[in-house]
């Protein structure tokens, strides 16, 4: 049945999804990643919608507000807070130690990500042709290694970067 019901419900999802997420600016794949994820919730917990069709049109439009409200509440920084105006001792402290911690972190990463991600960093702003003939590797695989890389680079500092003490 639960494969019947997804079957039925993905054009009218997609459908939806195209036309909200347009009209949100978000990326139509993410508000349907996010109705499924609602609706297996629901049908884990044995409570199928009454009204499939129904129940995905507010599901969808439950997801937009719900995004419409992070949008309104999430603003990027135009610069770390460290490297702001205000540019008193502690904050170049600060911002020399994430350089540090980011350089040693580069450093302990496998195979050829230290030296891909070296001259990504570098201050003389390499391009990927460039990068390319230093490391010796076609410029077409620059992009998916730098992906692997940073895979990696993620993992690593994700402990030293964790927000300590207890969650939820």
Same mark, same amino acid.
């Given at each position: 049945?639960?494969?019947?019901?997804?079957?039925a419900l993905?054009?009218? &999802?997609? #459908?939806?999804?195209?036309?909200?997420?347009?009209?949100? !600016?978000?990326?139509? @794949?993410?508000?349907?990643?996010?109705?499924? =994820?609602?609706? =297996?919730?629901?049908?884990?917990?044995?409570?199928?919608?009454?009204?499939?069709?129904?129940? &995905?049109?507010?599901?969808?439009?439950?997801?937009?507000?719900?995004?419409?409200? #992070? #949008?309104?509440?999430?603003?990027?920084?135009?610069?770390?807070?460290?490297? /702001?105006?205000? %540019? !008193?001792?502690?904050?170049?402290? =600060?911002? +020399?130690?994430?350089?540090?911690?980011? $350089?040693? +972190?580069? %450093?302990?990463?496998?195979?050829?990500?230290?030296? =891909?991600?070296? +001259?990504?960093?570098?201050?003389?702003?390499?391009?990927?042709?460039?990068?390319? /003939?230093?490391?010796?590797?076609?410029? !077409?695989?620059? @992009?998916?290694?730098?992906? $692997?890389? &940073?895979?990696?680079?993620?993992?690593?500092? #994700?402990?030293?970067?964790a927000v @300590? @003490?207890?969650?939820?």
């Open positions: 049945m639960n494969h019947d019901l997804v079957a993905r054009p009218l &999802l997609t #459908a939806e999804a195209s036309a909200e997420a347009h009209a949100l !600016g978000a990326d139509p @794949g993410d508000l349907e990643q996010a109705v499924w =994820l609602r609706l =297996l919730e629901r049908l884990a917990a044995g409570a199928p919608p009454p009204d499939p069709h129904g129940w &995905l049109r507010r599901a969808v439009r439950c997801e937009v507000r719900r995004a419409r409200r #992070a #949008a309104s509440r999430e603003h990027a920084y135009g610069t770390e807070p460290a490297d /702001g105006e205000a %540019r !008193g001792p502690e904050h170049l402290v =600060l911002a +020399a130690a994430r350089r540090h911690a980011l $350089r040693e +972190a580069v %450093r302990r990463l496998p195979g050829r990500c230290p030296r =891909l991600l070296e +001259a990504l960093l570098s201050p003389r702003d390499l391009t990927y042709r460039e990068i390319a /003939g230093e490391l010796g590797i076609s410029q !077409g695989s620059l @992009g998916p290694e730098r992906s $692997r890389c &940073l895979a990696c680079l993620r993992r690593l500092l #994700a402990p030293e970067v @300590g @003490g207890l969650r939820g």
